[in-house]
């Protein structure tokens, strides 16, 4: 039953026409209370329909409320329906889903009506809400998901800690990366960790996709993040909140997204981002290598951790 | 009489071999104050010379100030004239037009002797002063005009109200943009409006380009904007003032100009600005579209508008 | 024997098979404080073994401490040997030389075991310290070098005057630019100077490269900088300390590096720069154009100075 109905959803999301090979993803969040009293997303459920199997990837995922919340990962062609509960004790205030980068219809846009005027895209105590997404050609990219609803004002609650990532990935699998000083285009496949850094005011907020042993691990704040000398690595650096950052990796460089500007250092306001891939320890060797926002006053206040590359 | 002198006007400004094409405007723009105590310019007249016929734009702009001043519109090729009156009231401080990307020599700067030790071009009470400028090869893009003599200390008052956008457009009139998820090629003869949104520290002042109805459409602070659901529509987003912002547009993504950098939320700083057309609602339908500032401070102190998509 | 030690030192660094063309740059710098309690590097010694031959161009530097500190100029391929003395009065802290973009071992990091927690690769009072790095393709570009060890707390002093920039020109001695409004290549050999333009809260801090003379020239706080009409100028735009900025330089455009977008006034965070190379006057003739922080606060607090072009 459960399968058919997952068939039913592939046809009405996709159309006709559409390439077979595109992925259903059926997700469920939910937004709770930490016990600091910061907010966050946690991952209740993830099954994946491709090609006719359904596939649960829960486990994946990190147990427990994290900050940032779940990583989601879609391939360019996928969709994705992203049901949210509210499990904010305590509250009975809207809380919302508001995503970046990939397409979906308004009533999936994760406001209220105090913001849109016409409808409410959040969920209740005992009412989740239901948002779905399109992982359409032009979405590739590092994108960000957040609350749009909750707090006082109603503009979100996403600087309390309701934020994630949400990273599409190109149909052909390959991203343009500079690897032994070259510019060349890299093979998804063959990177086997994703560091994920949100900088919110003085603190780094990380996780690890680690494909190795296809696990999301929380990081927390200001963490040390690892890999073996040669490995491909790929960061996503985020920006929330309201400082500007410039985010620094020592004895690396990369290049601009979009671009041929090699860097080390860039600017990052709040949900701007950069996202690159590394060859770790290329040309420096093995270290521990500093990250850190660039602006003095926020290394003052601490805000650094270390890109650890062994042999 | 009038058009003998235009004729000279234009002989004298192109020079000997210069494409016969290029048109020269006389632009006649006032600096006045608003009963709020802000500044603004105001249109009082243009007329275009264009191979050999004289055509009067005055009307084409909103009667009065207006916050931003009025958007000038060169092509590629074309010269402007454009003097500024004094019109400030209770003030004899010079003002004036200091513009951004265009070529002009060192006498229509719009800077005083205190800055540049050499020359005043600014404006006094009862004496207008006249800049040229030239939208030569090399000018394309969306740019800035603003007093840089007025005020306390003698850098301009553009904080105050007194700035204007310049557009000057390619010759061949096309603009890159990403359009169903393709790079490509638009036609700016197919774009019907564009939005002007200035942001200075938490607030949007905007202006709207209608070319249905020829008309610049003073829109003030975050402003709804509005487009039928396909239409391609083009924004031109500026900072101001002293603080740095993100600017994001929902349910939308375009390319940083000049790269091929996928983006929603983009880096905005004082007189930094991002260009980009979009297809309105492609992908995701009509609806309320938001855009706001995404550092949360500004919005939290309510710097958002819409941009409402219409079946 | 100085000689024979240089051979030695070039077949070491360079490896079998490297290219014979590359150069072993042996560098001495010193940290020293200033009467007015600032800190600063000077020069001490620079010699360069190039094909065979001991170049010493220890005398194209300025004497004495300045800000920013001298200026290293690479070419892809070459390796620096910088050795730094500490010689600030008073004080046993270490001192360091933490560099941007180029390979380097963590060995020459310029951090201490409090961030790092494996190895002190600083210099205090007596005990010099040698960093090697090495300008490997895909190093091309503008660069910083800056203090990372002293003060209080640990992160280094480069918000007190311990910076300075490094360039690594490309082997082919060509960087991209947009003249007489086309894009182009440039030959580094036609560019007579070069601006280096540091942005420090309210304070441009400057220096000019001038290859006329051969002559590093220190500028100090917001400078006249100058060419005559029509000469190739480079400008090396850095940010420091924890203020954003935007630059903006009158009557000039540019391209930002990497990209085709065009700009006169750019978003410089801290420590990251822009880099260009302009045709002084071009389309505009002779002038005082200035060159400022477009940020209004900055601006009203005097960052400014002025590119004087003349006949």
Redesign the interface.
Known sequence: MRRYRFFAALILSLGIGAPLEAAVHHITLRAVKLPSGQLAYEMVRHQVEDQGQVQDRTSHYAQGPTIPGPTLVLTEGDTAKVTLEHGIEGSDLPVSI?V??V????TS?G?TRT????IDSVAYPGKPYTYEW?A??????T??YHDHAFGD?L??A??QGLFGTLIVNPKDGKVEA?I???IQKVDLKDIKREFILWMHETTFWGQELNHLVNRQIPLWTNPIVGARLGELVRFHVI????A???F?L??H?W?????????????V????RTAFVVKAGE????????YHC???????S?M?G?FRVVQ
Chains 1, 2, 3 share one sequence.
């Open positions: 508001h970046h980068g397409h979906y219809k308004f846009d406001t913001l849109s005027e016409t399109n359409a050609p032009g979405t590739v990219g994108w960000m004002p503009v979100g996403e600087d500079m032994d000083g070259k920006g929330l909140g309201t500007f950052h410039t620094h020592h004895g460089r290049i601009e997204p979009g671009t041929t500007h090699v860097v080390d250092t860039v600017n306001g709040p949900i701007s040309g420096v060797g093995p270290g521990d290598w500093h660039h602006v003095v006053q926020h290394m003052q601490g650094m270390k």
